[in-house]
């Protein structure tokens, strides 16, 4: 059977199932969505954000792309963030991350990939901007789980700054930006300390949560 063909006979077999189980599964799922958490995580097919967190479809909104990166010139990001915000009213955005993540390996390793190197660019920043750390570690994949880290702190400042969650903040919408960082070696997600509610102090947050990973 080719494999296209293999996931349409999965697919029919997942609806049965479903069905089977709870009866009033699709008609509830047909109705509007109306979920509380937008994830922004990585494309990474290892990484699926509903079945890690225990929730079903429909009570998670999620964007994706190479390493979780949040560019203020990516109108696809932004325009999920401000449908996830202005019509859903989430109340909280995660950015998550996880360890073994091959666009940050592959931006610290700096080799020519293509039109990909343009993006990974995002991140070689947020690696010079912290090369001290980074080079005071003893192994190279050390020093790449902390990229990812201090990726996820980066991003999560990059959507406090977005105009959209900027005007939810200054209208009381109760909105919560959290980094977070998932392990595949044992299936836990990881709060890396930067939680913000609104812009006030989101520098100084930002260096404490740097400042935390380092033990400091």
Same mark, same amino acid.
């Given at each position: 059977?080719?494999? =296209? $063909?293999?996931? #349409?006979?999965?697919?029919?077999?997942?609806?049965?199932?479903?069905?089977?189980?709870?009866?009033?599964?699709?008609?509830?799922?047909?109705?509007?969505?109306?979920?509380?958490?937008?994830?922004?995580?990585?494309?990474?097919?290892?990484?699926?954000?509903?079945?890690? $967190?225990?929730?079903?479809?429909?009570?998670?909104?999620?964007? =994706?792309?190479?390493?979780?990166? $949040?560019?203020?010139?990516?109108?696809?990001? &932004?325009?999920?963030?401000?449908?996830?915000?202005?019509?859903?009213?989430?109340?909280?955005?995660?950015?998550?991350?996880?360890?073994?993540?091959?666009? $940050?390996?592959?931006?610290?390793?700096?080799?020519?990939?293509? &039109?990909?190197?343009?993006? #990974?660019?995002?991140?070689?920043?947020?690696?010079? =901007?912290? =090369?001290?750390?980074?080079?005071?570690?003893?192994?190279?994949?050390?020093?790449?789980?902390?990229?990812?880290?201090?990726?996820?702190?980066?991003?999560?400042?990059?959507?406090?700054?977005?105009?959209?969650?900027?005007?939810?903040?200054?209208?009381?919408?109760?909105?919560?930006?959290?980094?977070?960082?998932?392990? &595949?070696?044992?299936?836990? &997600?990881?709060?890396?300390?930067?939680?913000?509610?609104?812009?006030?102090?989101?520098?100084?947050?930002?260096?404490?949560?740097?400042?935390?990973?380092?033990?400091?």
């Amino acid at each position: 059977m080719p494999e =296209r $063909v293999a996931l #349409l006979a999965n697919n029919r077999t997942w609806a049965e199932q479903m069905a089977h189980e709870d009866p009033e599964f699709f008609a509830r799922l047909a109705s509007q969505q109306s979920p509380k958490f937008l994830w922004i995580g990585c494309s990474d097919s290892r990484v699926p954000a509903n079945q890690i $967190v225990g929730m079903s479809p429909g009570e998670i909104f999620v964007h =994706r792309n190479i390493a979780n990166v $949040v560019v203020h010139t990516d109108l696809n990001c &932004l325009s999920v963030i401000q449908y996830a915000v202005d019509v859903l009213q989430v109340r909280h955005i995660l950015v998550v991350g996880h360890y073994g993540c091959g666009g $940050v390996a592959a931006a610290w390793a700096g080799k020519p990939l293509g &039109l990909i190197d343009n993006w #990974l660019r995002h991140i070689q920043d947020v690696g010079s =901007r912290h =090369r001290a750390m980074l080079a005071a570690l003893p192994t190279e994949e050390a020093r790449v789980d902390r990229l990812t880290e201090l990726n996820v702190l980066a991003q999560v400042v990059d959507v406090c700054r977005t105009t959209m969650v900027q005007d939810a903040w200054r209208r009381g919408h109760v909105l919560t930006v959290s980094g977070w960082i998932y392990s &595949l070696r044992d299936g836990l &997600l990881r709060d890396l300390g930067l939680s913000r509610s609104g812009v006030e102090g989101l520098d100084e947050a930002h260096d404490a949560a740097v400042r935390g990973l380092a033990g400091g």
